[in-house]
């Protein structure tokens, strides 16, 4: 038999918007790109990303995950939320981006709780993070499931 | 250095290289990702909770598979979408490395939307480690 999780399903619907903006730099950028692998010089050299129309370098094409984690704490380790982080795995992630993340935006982020389901002792939890520059409009979409283990599963 | 362009075939096979992980990447991911779990980097810890050593993120190895895909194009923002299912941890010896099998495939082409999903089949030791790892990649 498998233990229940305390993962709070009245919570889906809510929309967590409290993190602080979060500045992209250009040395954040390369720092995600060599620890991925992404050699293009597009994320590493200004004057290449400028010469292709970009204001500056670019980020890869994971790294608004950087952004939408810190996000997703707000929710992930609110005491209400229910969530064991100790019994989390990281079950499905996915990004849209609606434009390329530039070094120098501002991001915002809106964490949105769209699901919670439970089956055999195991809370699947699905956050989608709308990233949007200092403007409104959208940057990056980024969902992202947890699998919460109930105490004996 | 490619782009995807009208009339690729689904099917044809567009990259298949590896990349090499080791200890020091996972440090390294931890770092620049700002996922600190020590069950990325702390031996004992891994063990305890279950697991049969320290393991890679799945983010790392969506990472890396992602910059394969996005290296191969000559513009990486031809990536529209990148989605993957985190089906199998992926162990990292020390001393040693784990080695990455990325594969990109066409698995089909959209022209009304301008767009290909490009299929990413990331194994280790012949074993898959990412499920559903699919790209929406831009049509040139």
């Known amino acids: 038999m498998s233990g229940m999780t305390h993962v709070n399903a009245d919570l889906v619907g809510r929309v967590f918007s409290g993190t602080p903006p979060y500045v992209v730099s250009a040395v954040k950028i390369a720092e995600f790109a060599d620890a991925v692998g992404a050699r293009s010089p597009l994320h590493h050299d200004p004057d290449t990303a400028r010469a292709s129309g970009h204001a500056d370098v670019i980020a890869p094409v994971t790294f608004a995950v950087v952004v939408a984690q810190r996000a997703e704490a707000e929710y992930v380790d609110s005491p209400e939320a229910g969530i064991d982080f100790s019994r989390v795995v990281h079950a499905n992630e996915s990004f849209t981006a609606h434009r390329p993340i530039v070094a120098g935006d501002r991001l915002h982020t809106a964490v949105h709780v769209d699901s919670v389901t439970e089956r055999a002792g195991i809370a699947m939890v699905t956050t989608r993070c709308e990233i949007s520059d200092d403007t409104g409009a959208p940057v990056s979409t980024v969902t992202s499931t947890l699998a919460v283990r109930g105490a004996d599963a | ?140």
């Open chain 2, 1 to 140: 250095m490619s782009a995807l362009r009208a009339g690729v075939a689904v099917g044809t096979e567009l990259f298949s290289v590896t990349r090499s992980v080791d200890r020091a990447a996972l440090v390294r991911y931890a770092g620049a990702g700002g996922d600190f779990n020590p069950i990325h980097w702390n031996e004992a810890f891994a063990r305890e909770v279950g697991l049969p050593g320290v393991i890679a993120h799945g983010m790392l190895t969506m990472g890396i598979a992602g910059s394969v895909l996005s290296d191969w194009l000559d513009d990486p923002t031809d990536v529209l979408a990148y989605g993957v299912r985190f089906t199998r941890p992926v162990p990292v010896p020390y001393p040693g490395e784990a080695v990455l099998a990325v594969v990109g495939t066409v698995g089909a082409v959209d022209a009304d939307a301008g767009t290909v999903r490009v299929d990413l089949r990331v194994s280790v030791d012949g074993t898959t480690v990412l499920g559903k790892a699919q790209a929406q990649v831009r049509l040139r």
